[in-house]
């Protein structure tokens, strides 16, 4: 199996997550299992493609499988990023037939949400294919399973942007608003980072022309993010700021307007919904 992991996916983040999911749904055991099931019945299951889509997931779930139980095999034929199609058989795994049922929905959960949003994401991808401009993921993510879902966008071709809060500066609206204005809110961020002694790089959100010239005024911003303009005053904004800061469109982005909001010449486009809008991919692990 080939590896496809991003650097915030790291091994402390990873086995934390699994410990916890396992905890929530297994809590002190699977008495269905457990009671049904022999516990020296070796078996094997196969992940079934039930839809066309791009498939995520997969290392996820050697993963689950591997913390739960060591000795359980796995027979990868489809990887993290492919293209698969209905019918197709991702892997199959071997080994305690108890380990397998237990952790069935687990895996399935995962894989069905991290391909739904791979999928969504590599369209957004795709739409854009002529064009110079990246999308850009948010932190409009599902609280604790954040890792997974921006590991799914970078599996689609999408690009992360912040992790979290702590690992760059966005001053939004309400911040500037709060600060008194953007000149302020930047001139304290500033001073704020020297004192820290950190070196984070400065988004400000923007929602008319008039507040791009105030941002650009700082000659402290390295983002500049349109939120919610129409397409000609981010064409007209991406004139003003020519090249002193990089260019992000935000708000109310579509598969239907993505294409027009790249030609205006932003290098990003940030969308929520290729996390939160993305449907979940139907899969099953069979026993066979």
């Known amino acids: ?46 992940l079934l493609i039930k839809h066309d889509c791009i498939l995520a997931g997969v290392e996820l779930a050697q993963e689950i499988f591997h913390y739960y139980d060591k000795d359980l095999e796995i027979e990868f034929f489809k990887n993290d990023g492919d293209s698969v199609k209905e019918g197709d058989v991702a892997f199959i795994v071997s080994g305690s037939a108890q380990s397998i049922l237990t952790m069935e929905r687990l895996v399935l959960n995962c894989m069905q949400r991290m391909s739904g949003i791979a999928t969504y994401t590599r369209e957004m991808v795709g739409l854009l294919a002529d064009t110079n401009t990246r999308i850009l993921d948010t932190r409009k993510t599902s609280p604790i399973f954040r890792m997974c879902e921006k590991w799914a966008v970078y599996i689609g071709g999408g690009q992360n942007h912040r992790y979290g809060l702590f690992d760059m500066i966005m001053l939004k609206d309400n911040h500037n608003d709060y600060a008194g204005s953007i000149t302020k809110s930047v001139e304290a961020t500033v001073k704020y980072l020297k004192e820290k002694g950190k070196d984070l790089k400065i988004e400000v959100e923007t929602r008319n022309l008039d507040e791009v010239k105030e941002a650009l005024a700082t000659n402290a911003v390295d983002i500049i993010m349109l939120d919610n303009m129409s397409l000609f005053e981010m064409s007209a904004a991406v004139q003003l700021i020519n090249g002193a800061a990089k260019v992000e469109a935000s708000g109310g982005i579509t598969k239907e307007t993505v294409h027009d909001i790249a030609q205006t010449g932003v290098d990003y486009i940030s969308s929520g919904a290729i996390i939160y809008a993305a449907p979940n991919i139907d899969l099953s692990l069979k026993a066979f």
């Open 1 to 46: 199996m080939k590896k496809n992991r991003p650097p915030y996916v790291t091994d402390e983040r990873l086995y934390k997550f699994i410990d916890a999911a396992i905890k929530e749904d297994v809590g002190d055991g699977d008495h269905s299992t457990l009671a049904s099931v022999p516990a020296d019945l070796q078996q094997r299951a196969r």
